[in-house]
């Protein structure tokens, strides 16, 4: 089984996104077995939030429910746990390191490295955007999804 743990500053936004469309595209491609996925925050302002309502909108639009989806901050031992710590920018990644250790910095990963698109996804929180958000997490995902299934 491969463990996915997203990452973004407060889990109420970015990375529930991520957790929730990647569960969504495991499941429709019969594949939700192989796969355990979640999300966290790197700091503790939201933790106990429910998801943020943008995100919650986005999903909706797709049919893709967050019901019973809470804030929760990284740990060290999430390091040990997943295969693949996947952060939505570069200071997510920075802080990501710093909260697991050393010894679980090459499972820290930043998700539109997986696409030829090399770059942050932005924070719908200060952008507004979730639309871009969006589009960015499903680049993200599919591309990690296709590296995953194809063993490379």
């Not at 500053?9 to 469309?21: K, L, Q, V, Y």
């Not at 295969?83 to 710093?98: A, F, Q, T």
């Not at 942050?120 to 591309?143: H, I, N, Q, R």
């Amino acid at each position: 089984m491969v463990k996915i743990l997203f990452v973004c500053h407060g889990n109420i936004c970015r990375s529930p996104m991520a957790e929730f469309f990647m569960r969504d595209l495991v499941a429709k491609r019969r594949r939700s077995d192989a796969y355990e996925i979640a999300s966290a925050a790197t700091s503790s302002e939201e933790i106990g939030n429910p998801v943020h309502y943008g995100t919650k909108k986005k999903l909706a639009e797709l049919g893709i429910s967050v019901l019973g989806k809470r804030a929760r901050r990284l740990t060290e031992s999430d390091g040990k746990y997943y295969d693949y710590l996947i952060g939505m920018d570069s200071y997510n990644v920075r802080d990501m390191k710093r909260i697991v250790g050393a010894q679980y910095a090459d499972k820290v990963y930043r998700l539109l490295d997986f696409t030829a698109e090399k770059r942050d996804v932005a924070d719908p929180w200060y952008t507004g955007d979730f639309d871009v958000t969006l589009k960015d997490v499903v680049s993200g995902c599919t591309a990690l999804f296709e590296k995953l299934e194809s063993g490379v």
